[in-house]
């Protein structure tokens, strides 16, 4: 079956320890979408990739980074995680940006900060 | 800025109870409203796309509606495995194609 996967599903890292959550697709969409979700909270979106272009969002911070080498793999980079980034991070992807477009969540990453 | 709102944080329901779950929302623009579910520790699932108000649509025991101000997830003799969160977003003119979602609506269906 097509689909949206995250590695690893449960991540520990340190307080200031780089770490790097990876999302591949089998579905060949051309978007790739990261999102941080905190418990009880809505999903919010970090950046995206509409092909190689990568569109930030304005309040995402600099400690957040992501690579997509090609139209299966997406990375999110969290340079030295606080313990307020202790979170899920959910990757997804679309065919196509816009309202015609549903996205497609891969199970998500739930990261622990010591 | 963008607003979505969703009512109640949380319902419980004896199995066969209809009832509806709100997502309202104040927006520059709407171009789509999207409803997905959300098991716990998994990502969400799309469930239905809304475009226009008066528009409606069906999937098994779920009925979305969408009006100029709101939306409603109908849910008509639910069973255990409806037990959810269920998550409402749109897209917006002005949102650079993303989407904004609400916090969620966790619904419990006791057998």
């Known amino acids: 079956d097509a689909m949206v996967i995250q590695n690893p599903r449960y991540q520990v890292t340190q307080f200031g320890k780089p770490v790097t959550l990876s999302c591949s697709q089998t579905?060949?969409?051309?978007?790739m979408y990261w999102y941080q979700q905190k418990s009880s909270q809505a999903p919010k979106l970090l950046f995206h990739?509409?092909?190689?272009?990568?569109?930030n969002e304005a309040d995402t911070p600099d400690n957040f980074q992501s690579r997509r080498p090609n139209t299966s793999f997406c990375f999110l980079d969290i340079r030295s995680p606080g313990l307020g980034d202790a979170a899920m991070y959910l990757c997804?992807?679309?065919?196509?940006?816009?309202?015609?477009?549903?996205?497609?969540f891969g199970p998500g990453t739930r990261l622990t900060v010591t | 800025e963008d607003q979505v709102t969703q009512s109640p944080e949380a319902l419980r329901l004896q199995e066969g109870e209809s009832s509806s779950l709100n997502c309202s929302y104040t927006?520059?623009?709407?171009?789509?409203l999207f409803w997905y579910r959300q098991d716990p520790g998994k990502g969400p699932e799309f469930l239905f796309t809304?475009?226009?108000a008066g528009e409606e649509k069906e999937k098994e025991r779920l009925k979305a509606t969408l009006t100029k101000k709101e939306s409603f997830l109908h849910i008509t003799a639910p069973k255990p495995e409806d037990s959810a969160t269920y998550l409402c977003?749109?897209?917006?003119?002005?949102?650079?194609?993303?989407?904004?979602f609400g916090t969620g609506t966790r619904l419990t269906i006791i057998p």
């Open positions: 997804a992807t679309s065919r196509g940006r816009g309202r015609r477009y549903e996205q497609y």
């Open positions: 579905l060949n969409h051309n978007v």
């Open positions: 990739y509409y092909d190689k272009d990568f569109n």
């Open positions: 927006v520059s623009g709407l171009r789509g």
């Open positions: 809304l475009y226009s």
């Open positions: 977003a749109v897209h917006t003119n002005f949102g650079n194609e993303k989407l904004t």
